[in-house]
């Protein structure tokens, strides 16, 4: 999903070239003097429903590089929701700034009113950046905010959900692989054991997998060491790793030339947002070098699921219920790459493009 880079610094600004590109129906420029907010909401695609998607906030070196994350990630958000069936569009929004000194209670409630300026047509919810609380403080001025705390009627942490989703994306992926869905005695490594990481390691652990975990965090890894008897691996050391599954949780962008050269497993199945460095010449070598990778903006889609249940009226067991169609979806796309002769990222792409346009026919007539 990649997008061309914009400049705010040319003369000549060619957004509407760009965005022709990409294909964004809406960017909202947000601008509060009085309480220093710096925001773009980009709206990607509405075919399916309301944009949804999380609001970042980050320090970027540029406002075209604020641009820019805005423009690829909404992008993502809509290709999440179509493949995983559910009735929403793509869009995310970015405020610009140091999410711990330049945020306030009267930054996120003037956010919040731009959000209900859009009447609906935008969702947001936290991410990077923001929180539980920044997202009540938006709440005081739209109902257009998913991702509050349980004790406010919403689905409290999406995580256990995200994890359950990339589990039963890693077991389908071992039925397409090894022809049984079962990950007893299975090697599994996990880079990144945090909020999503720890939940899968319990998981697989349950299932009598053997677990290799890495982080920078040494209490995680001394909790993973101890509760689930996992073994440490250090730094790069994961990608050489004799394993079965490998599972990037933690950084996007480590499915890079020399990361996959060194790769030593059958699966990838991961959490992590944009594993692939490249996502065609990236989804190409894996595929060549005959590994199976199950495309991350499907299979960590739970987290999406669980605030989308809070959209229509929160309920987890339908929640867990609509995550655990994820291995008959990556069942699919497995099916759908191998006939095609594609890379399976690129088979996820085609097939929530694909309803997108079938949704976008049945809305043709009246
Ligand atoms: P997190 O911040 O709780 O966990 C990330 C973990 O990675 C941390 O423990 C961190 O110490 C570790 N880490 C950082 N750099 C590392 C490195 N170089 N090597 C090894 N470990 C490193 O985040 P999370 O919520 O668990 O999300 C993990 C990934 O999944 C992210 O890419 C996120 O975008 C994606 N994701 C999360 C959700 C969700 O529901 N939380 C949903 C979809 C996608």
Same mark, same amino acid.
């Given at each position: ?18 965005i ?8 909202v420029?947000?601008n509060d %003097? ?13 075919v ?5 998607g ?9 406002e075209a590089?604020?641009? #820019?994350?805005v423009?690829?990630?909404s ?13 929403l =569009?793509?869009? %995310? ?16 409630? %003037? ?23 920044d ?19 919403? =689905? ?7 994890a ?11 039925k397409?692989?090894?022809?049984? !869905?079962?990950l ?9 054991? =945090?909020?999503v ?39 790069n ?6 394993? !079965? ?10 499915l890079n ?6 790769? #030593? ?10 594993q692939?460095?490249?996502? #065609?010449?990236h989804?190409?070598?894996?595929k ?13 889609? =739970?987290?999406?699921?669980n605030?989308?249940?809070e ?8 929640a ?12 699919n ?20 493009? %694909? ?12």
């Amino acid at each position: 999903m990649s997008t061309s880079t914009i400049s705010t610094h040319d003369t000549k600004l060619d957004l509407f070239a760009d965005i022709k590109t990409t294909n964004h129906e809406q960017i909202v420029f947000c601008n509060d %003097k009085a309480s220093g907010l710096k925001a773009i909401i980009a709206i990607h695609n509405t075919v399916l429903g309301p944009g949804l998607g999380g609001t970042r906030m980050w320090n970027y070196a540029s406002e075209a590089d604020a641009l #820019n994350d805005v423009l690829r990630l909404s992008r993502g958000m809509t290709y999440k929701a179509a493949i995983s069936g559910l009735n929403l =569009g793509g869009a %995310k929004a970015v405020i610009i700034g140091d999410a711990n000194t330049d945020k306030s209670e009267a930054l996120m409630r %003037k956010f919040g009113r731009f959000i209900e300026n859009l009447n609906g047509k935008y969702i947001t919810a936290e991410d990077v950046g923001t929180t539980t609380k920044d997202m009540e403080y938006v709440n005081m001025e739209t109902d257009s905010v998913v991702g509050l705390p349980e004790s406010m009627g919403g =689905g409290g942490d999406p995580s256990p959900v995200t994890a359950y989703g990339v589990y039963m994306g890693m077991k389908a992926s071992a039925k397409r692989a090894f022809g049984s !869905d079962s990950l007893s005695g299975k090697k599994i490594s996990i880079q990144g054991i =945090g909020k999503v990481g720890m939940h899968l390691v319990e998981l697989v652990h349950k299932e009598g997998a053997e677990i290799f975990v890495s982080d920078i965090n040494t209490a995680s890894l001394n909790h993973a060491v101890s509760t689930y008897n996992a073994k440490v691996v250090v730094g790069n050391e994961i990608y050489g790793l004799g394993v !079965d599954i490998f599972a990037p949780c933690a950084l996007g962008a480590i499915l890079n030339t020399e990361n996959i050269n060194a790769l #030593n497993c059958s699966i990838i199945a991961g959490a992590a947002n944009n594993q692939l460095a490249d996502e #065609n010449e990236h989804g190409d070598m894996i595929k060549d070098k005959g590994l199976l990778y199950a495309p991350d903006f499907l299979i960590n889609a =739970g987290g999406l699921i669980n605030v989308y249940s809070e959209h229509i009226g929160y309920n987890r067991e339908n929640a867990m219920r609509d995550t655990e169609k994820i291995f008959d979806t990556t069942m699919n796309i497995f099916g759908l790459a191998e006939q095609q002769d594609i890379h399976t990222q690129k088979a996820a792409t085609v097939l929530a493009q %694909k309803r997108i346009d079938d949704i976008l026919s049945v809305q043709s007539t009246y």
